[in-house]
């Protein structure tokens, strides 16, 4: 995914300006009594200083955003460059990703291992550890760690 992918400045703000038409309408808002000049420029000044807060608002958020992304593409270099084999699967024992050293270790192209279990590759001795460890990260909802010993598929 490319940094600019993430960045709001990117959005069609004209769909944002549709949806919030097609919203108005339907919104409880309170009715502004406007008695006098000085009551409609009382209320441009609040809608001013509102639109301010919304634009320090969506900087921090670009900030975030542009950190958030920073902090993504080290764990991606950490999770893809480590020199151990590193796996994430669903519940299913689907691989979702895996790193070059796991696919190394298969024997395996990542882009032919993504989608597929894992378990044909886990030897019969090493099976109950990996169930035991996938269970417990699905009770806790906390990853698991464990080392198995894993075969190629063709033996």
């Given at each position: 995914?490319?940094?600019?992918?993430?960045?709001?400045?990117?959005?069609?703000?004209?769909?944002l300006?549709?949806?919030?038409?097609?919203?108005?309408?339907?919104?409880?808002?309170p009715?502004?009594?406007?008695?006098?000049?000085?009551?409609a420029?009382?209320?441009i000044?609040?809608?001013?200083?509102?639109?301010?807060?919304?634009e320090?608002?969506?900087?921090?958020?670009?900030?975030?955003?542009?950190?958030?992304?920073?902090?993504?593409?080290?764990?991606a270099?950490?999770?893809n460059?480590?020199?151990?084999?590193?796996?994430?699967?669903?519940?299913?024992?689907?691989?979702?990703?895996?790193?070059?050293a796991?696919?190394?270790?298969?024997?395996?192209?990542?882009?032919f291992?993504?989608?597929?279990?894992?378990?044909?590759?886990?030897?019969?001795?090493?099976?109950?550890?990996f169930i035991?460890?996938?269970?417990?990260?699905l009770?806790?909802?906390?990853?698991?760690?464990c080392?198995l010993i894993?075969?190629?598929?063709?033996?």
């Amino acid at each position: 995914m490319k940094k600019q992918d993430l960045n709001p400045i990117n959005m069609d703000f004209s769909d944002l300006r549709r949806q919030a038409e097609k919203i108005l309408p339907e919104a409880a808002l309170p009715a502004i009594p406007i008695n006098s000049i000085e009551d409609a420029e009382r209320l441009i000044t609040e809608l001013q200083v509102h639109q301010i807060e919304l634009e320090l608002q969506n900087d921090e958020l670009r900030k975030m955003q542009d950190q958030l992304f920073g902090e993504r593409e080290k764990y991606a270099d950490l999770y893809n460059f480590a020199p151990v084999a590193y796996f994430t699967f669903d519940e299913r024992d689907v691989i979702l990703d895996l790193n070059q050293a796991a696919a190394d270790l298969l024997g395996n192209d990542r882009k032919f291992l993504i989608g597929h279990p894992l378990t044909p590759y886990i030897t019969p001795a090493s099976l109950q550890i990996f169930i035991r460890h996938r269970q417990l990260s699905l009770e806790t909802k906390v990853p698991q760690v464990c080392e198995l010993i894993i075969r190629l598929r063709s033996g």
